[in-house]
């Protein structure tokens, strides 16, 4: 099976990006994707019966409603981060992900469409294969069952309720060419049929060719977020290209002078009035996004690449306040990282886990810690 460690990376650096982003809007929630927004429920449902794009937000409508899909976003990204039940956390994960942003599709900083991609790409994904609490676990178990159970009942409810009226429709073009519901229950199905040919022929044949399918599943997922990837950025230096204020060199000058793009006016000022880095950054920006998928066929070289795009989004994220943006396109690259120096990460961060649990351990209520 193909990147292991990268698909667990990528599965981490999303869940935290979408977790993170529910969190920090939490107080604004409402405003942004429920029943205050200035973009209401009548315009969102207009512009849903053109393009076909699932949310169940319009299922019932109401408060009560929108808290339970929000609240829920934030357990399945919680669930998703820590890779528990990740085959039903996954799909939680992709619905709620859609169903709030297509409630309202004119927020977002350009992070909301690759959360959105990555969320449609886990699900295919084997991303709970290390650094997982699935990982962990022996088996499936009675909760595993008692949940494929609830998620089927779920879904039939939903399907069988009529409310909600063509997001699971099984010839809708919602996704391509098939609509959501083959979609839901055929993941369902297979699900039912994995632990199935677990508890019934753990080594038979069928467990076998279903484990193959899988990994062969698995591999193609990973080729097509590595293509996003290289997509996103080929196609991004090829129009900055194009651009005269890329050309000049001052592109970068423009934003750092934008009240909206300035979460820290001091720092912004100082790189702003500083004309070189500015144009060295430009340039520099162009040269790396077009550059990187001709790196793709030297090791060292891309690696390189890598640490310096990711500085990029660092600095994209403090200077220009597009956190949201810089993360997802952070775990967004970690799909290209080397399987080495993951391997080496984990075992810095088991060890440091394990140190700090045996000190904790060590320190009693009401005594001094013992070093």
Same mark, same amino acid.
């Given at each position: 099976?193909?990147?292991? #460690?990268?698909?667990?990376?990528? !599965?981490?650096?999303?869940?935290l990006?979408?977790?993170?982003?529910?969190?920090?809007?939490?107080?604004?929630?409402?405003?942004?994707?429920?029943?205050?927004?200035?973009?209401?429920?009548e315009?969102?449902e207009? %512009?849903l019966?053109?393009?076909?794009?699932l949310t169940?937000l319009?299922w019932?409508?109401?408060?009560?409603?929108?808290?339970?899909?929000?609240h %829920?976003?934030?357990?399945?990204?919680?669930?998703?981060?820590?890779g528990?039940?990740?085959?039903?956390?996954?799909?939680?994960?992709?619905?709620?992900?859609?169903s709030l942003?297509?409630?309202?599709?004119?927020?977002?900083?350009g992070?909301?469409?690759?959360?959105? %991609?990555?969320?449609?790409?886990?699900?295919?994904t084997?991303c709970?294969?290390?650094?997982?609490?699935?990982?962990?676990?022996?088996?499936?178990g009675?909760?595993?069952?008692?949940?494929?159970?609830l998620?089927?009942?779920?879904?039939?409810?939903?399907?069988?309720? *009529?409310?909600? =009226?063509?997001?699971?429709?099984?010839?809708?073009?919602?996704?391509?060419?098939?609509?959501?519901?083959?979609l839901f229950?055929?993941?369902w199905a297979?699900?039912?049929?994995?632990?199935?040919? =677990?508890?019934?022929?753990a080594? *038979?044949?069928?467990?076998?060719?279903?484990d193959?399918?899988?990994?062969?599943? #698995?591999?193609?997922?990973?080729?097509?977020?590595a293509?996003?990837?290289v997509?996103?950025?080929?196609?991004?230096?090829?129009?900055?290209?194009? *651009?005269?204020?890329?050309?000049d060199?001052?592109?970068?000058?423009?934003?750092?002078?934008?009240?909206?793009?300035?979460?820290?006016?001091?720092?912004?000022?100082?790189?702003?009035t500083?004309?070189?880095?500015v144009?060295?950054?430009?340039?520099?920006?162009v040269l790396?996004q077009?550059?990187?998928?001709?790196?793709?066929?030297?090791? !060292?070289?891309?690696?390189?690449?890598?640490v310096?795009?990711?500085?990029? #989004?660092?600095?994209?994220?403090?200077?220009?306040?597009?956190?949201?943006f810089?993360?997802?396109?952070?775990a967004?690259?970690a799909?290209?990282?080397p399987?080495g120096?993951?391997?080496w990460?984990?075992?810095?961060?088991?060890?440091r886990?394990?140190r700090?649990?045996?000190?904790?351990?060590r320190i009693?209520?009401?005594?001094?810690?013992?070093?």
């Open positions: 099976m193909l990147g292991r #460690h990268q698909a667990a990376t990528v !599965r981490i650096g999303f869940g990006v979408w977790l993170a982003h529910l969190l920090r809007e939490w107080p604004n929630r409402r405003l942004l994707y429920g029943d205050t927004s200035p973009w209401s429920m315009l969102a207009r %512009l019966a053109d393009n076909g794009a169940v319009p019932f409508g109401g408060r009560l409603w929108f808290e339970l899909v929000y %829920l976003a934030v357990l399945a990204a919680l669930a998703v981060l820590l528990w039940r990740t085959r039903a956390s996954t799909v939680l994960f992709l619905v709620t992900v859609l942003q297509n409630r309202n599709v004119f927020l977002g900083d992070g909301d469409n690759i959360v959105h %991609l990555m969320a449609v790409y886990l699900v295919f084997r709970a294969e290390v650094w997982s609490l699935d990982a962990r676990r022996a088996s499936s009675r909760t595993g069952v008692l949940l494929w159970a998620l089927g009942a779920v879904l039939l409810v939903c399907q069988l309720g *009529g409310f909600a =009226g063509t997001s699971l429709d099984w010839t809708a073009a919602a996704f391509p060419y098939l609509g959501w519901a083959p229950w055929g993941l297979v699900a039912g049929l994995w632990w199935l040919a =677990g508890r019934l022929a080594d *038979g044949e069928l467990r076998a060719v279903l193959a399918l899988a990994t062969m599943l #698995h591999n193609c997922a990973m080729l097509v977020i293509t996003e990837v997509l996103i950025y080929a196609t991004a230096g090829w129009y900055k290209v194009q *651009g005269s204020r890329w050309q060199g001052t592109a970068l000058y423009y934003p750092l002078h934008l009240d909206y793009f300035t979460p820290w006016p001091g720092l912004s000022g100082l790189v702003g500083a004309l070189l880095p144009f060295l950054i430009s340039y520099g920006t790396l077009v550059a990187f998928p001709f790196t793709l066929v030297n090791r !060292r070289v891309k690696n390189a690449l890598l310096v795009m990711m500085a990029e #989004h660092v600095g994209i994220a403090v200077l220009l306040g597009l956190p949201v810089s993360l997802a396109m952070i967004a690259d799909v290209f990282l399987t120096a993951l391997r990460v984990g075992r810095q961060v088991g060890e886990g394990a700090l649990g045996r000190r904790v351990g009693r209520p009401g005594r001094a810690p013992l070093s």
